[in-house]
């Protein structure tokens, strides 16, 4: 393999070499009383994989469980999703246009979900809040759990700067951004543990100044119990080639490109369809474009799918599009759609990103020029026209999915739990 085939595994292998206390995968936790913990996120519950892996990671090794996220029109305040129980506080649409209407709902969803979490931990008594950005600052909903005791991480899914520089067209020299890095700087002082997506922004945030001994690097990593390729008798015989595209619909996505893209490279490829499935705030945009370029018949705008039915959408896919533009928030910011789409056997191009670049390359992948419409039709109609040479690609992407899913990696997160839990969680094992 080359060193672009294994980044991912050895750079977070380092972290996890030498440790002491488990045998045979079993957690560290599994021989202390179970840890109470409760997940914070400004997300959908049901619809962030990354929360689910964790939440349910924990409570399958008989940890107590709860997460505070946002409610989507219809469902309950409060319900179980197996053995994790979760608080739903406000309903949210994802059409956020302008700055001011974004730090609202996020400022409204911080004072309900500080409430919640102080009058949970005086009944629950969390050893561990687990706070996921955006916004950093929500890592401050946990103050009473940690003035009584609990340990904080702050999860950064996406780096809060860069992201809301290239959401609402901001300079990295602006007032705004200086007050976001202030910000992110001591969100990650108050939490007692760090954990960041992907390691240029580990790197990123050793170069703003957090201790690396703070900081862990864990992705988000397929579960191969959901991204999988299809059995033979549930694969489509429709005679279609579906480019697929599922995802948040916003600028740095680059969505608008591929569907140019595939304008131009639509006649060569007579039963070609482009399939967009997703919610955001470039959504309208994206449909007047299909509009304006006679592509109605051919280019498909759905709805978001839930989370346990998308892998099964990928995997009927023939071909899957990671159209990233590399500048700003989008050319360091990962897509797990690469690895979900390797790991369900779907040969997939991707822009050249700097992050993409770093964890992949032409042998697992097909790269095209980020920006680049024309690029990205050729690329297009190379993959239509070769799609029975696609199978060594496929079979080398699996095999790199699996080195990199949630089923090898989970172990990470079980070692960022288990050392920020407080020392009485121990304590009361061993008395108990």
């Not at 840890?35 to 619809?47: I, Q, W």
């Not at 993959?383 to 990199?404: P, S």
Request: glycine fraction near 6%; include cysteine; charge should be positive.
């Amino acid at each position: 393999m080359t060193l672009a085939h294994t980044s991912v595994a050895v750079r977070t292998n380092a972290a996890a070499s030498g440790t002491s206390g488990e045998t045979a995968g079993v957690p560290l936790a599994s021989t202390c009383r179970r840890l109470r913990v409760c997940h914070l996120a400004y997300t959908f519950y049901e619809n962030d994989n990354r929360v689910i892996r964790y939440a349910e990671a924990l409570a399958t090794r008989g940890d107590q469980v709860d997460v505070i996220a946002l409610r989507r029109s219809g469902q309950p305040r409060k319900g179980r999703s197996g053995d994790v129980q979760v608080y739903r506080l406000q309903r949210r649409a994802v059409t956020e246009r302008r700055a001011w209407s974004y730090l609202l709902k996020i400022l409204w969803f911080f004072i309900q979900s500080t409430c919640l979490l102080s009058v949970l931990h005086f009944r629950r008594r969390y050893d561990i809040v687990h706070v996921h950005n955006v916004p950093d600052f929500l890592v401050f909903a946990a103050v009473l759990p940690r003035l009584t005791g609990a340990r904080v991480i702050l999860d950064i899914h996406d780096i809060l700067p860069e992201l809301y520089a290239g959401k609402f067209g901001l300079s990295d020299r602006s007032w705004t951004f200086r007050r976001l890095l202030a910000v992110e700087r001591l969100s990650c002082w108050f939490a007692d543990g760090v954990i960041v997506a992907n390691h240029l922004w580990h790197d990123k945030l050793v170069h703003r100044a957090l201790p690396a001994t703070k900081l862990t690097t864990i992705m988000n990593y397929p579960d191969l119990n959901l991204f999988r390729p299809l059995p033979s008798q549930e694969r489509r015989r429709d005679g279609k080639f579906i480019i697929l595209y599922p995802g948040t619909l916003n600028q740095h996505q680059g969505v608008d490109i591929a569907i140019r893209a595939f304008a131009r490279a639509c006649d060569c490829m007579p039963d070609a369809e482009f399939h967009i499935y997703g919610e955001g705030p470039a959504r309208g945009q994206l449909e007047r474009l299909i509009v304006e370029l006679g592509l109605t018949n051919r280019v498909k705008l759905l709805d978001r799918v839930p989370l346990t039915n998308v892998a099964h959408v990928m995997a009927s896919a023939d071909l899957g599009v990671v159209p990233k533009r590399a500048d700003g928030f989008g050319n360091e910011a990962f897509s797990t759609k690469i690895l979900e789409f390797m790991a369900c056997g779907v040969p997939v191009i991707v822009s050249r990103t700097e992050i993409d670049s770093h964890y992949f390359d032409d042998t697992l992948v097909r790269f095209f020029a980020s920006g680049d419409e024309g690029d990205l039709s050729e690329a297009l109609i190379w993959a239509y026209a070769h799609r029975a040479e696609h199978a060594e690609l496929v079979g080398r992407a699996r095999d790199f999915a699996v080195l990199n899913s949630w089923q090898r990696r989970a172990m990470d997160y079980y070692r960022v739990i288990d050392g920020v839990a407080p020392a009485a969680a121990y304590r009361e094992a061993l008395t108990g």
